[in-house]
């Protein structure tokens, strides 16, 4: 009889449970947060500072393009006016001058390279800070009007649900643009 009594507690306190469950209220909203992005007026700066630190670090590759360009055809021209014998006997200067060559190239492959992963830190640590002010505005907005859960609805974003209140503007006009 106890345990009947115990077991029929225990299904009604579950029972009321899951009913203040069902009706409790979940706030879902959604937020483009590439198209936001994209339109503050930060980003143009970001893009420019970017763009600058690319055009230095092009600006020197080119020059080492030039400068193996002009070295290897200033090797080949030396090569060609030679008769056989003259380049058998310099064989050994030519295979130096042809490793030469090899190693600008290598040179050349590692700086861009090296040049494309400091771009890519350099954005990284640029769009960090306008990352954070964008979530801090989107926290605001969902704490201000109670919603707890806010979906990212850029494209390749898992969007579960899209049909929830949209934070774009209100997160826009917060961020004062």
Known sequence: MMRNIRTFMIALALFFGA??????QVKIAHINVQKLLEEMPERKSIEAQLKKAEQVYM???QAAIKELQAKAKKY???????TDAQRKSRESEFLKKSEEIKTMEEN???T????????????????????KKVKTAI????????IQYVLDSSIGSSVIVS??????NSVKKKLGF
Do not use: F
Request: charged residues 30%; proline residues 2%; hydrophobic residues 35%.
């Open 76 to 82: 080949d021209d030396e090569y060609a006016a030679l």
């Open 59 to 61: 600006n020197d590759i």
């Open 163 to 168: 049909n929830g209140e949209d934070l774009y």
């Open 19 to 24: 009913t203040t469950m069902l009706t409790a």
């Open 139 to 146: 926290e605001n907005i969902a704490k201000e009007k109670n």
């Open 112 to 131: 861009q390279q090296t040049a494309a992963e400091s771009l890519q830190k350099k954005q990284q640590e640029l769009v960090e800070p306008l990352l």
């Open 108 to 110: 050349i492959r590692k």
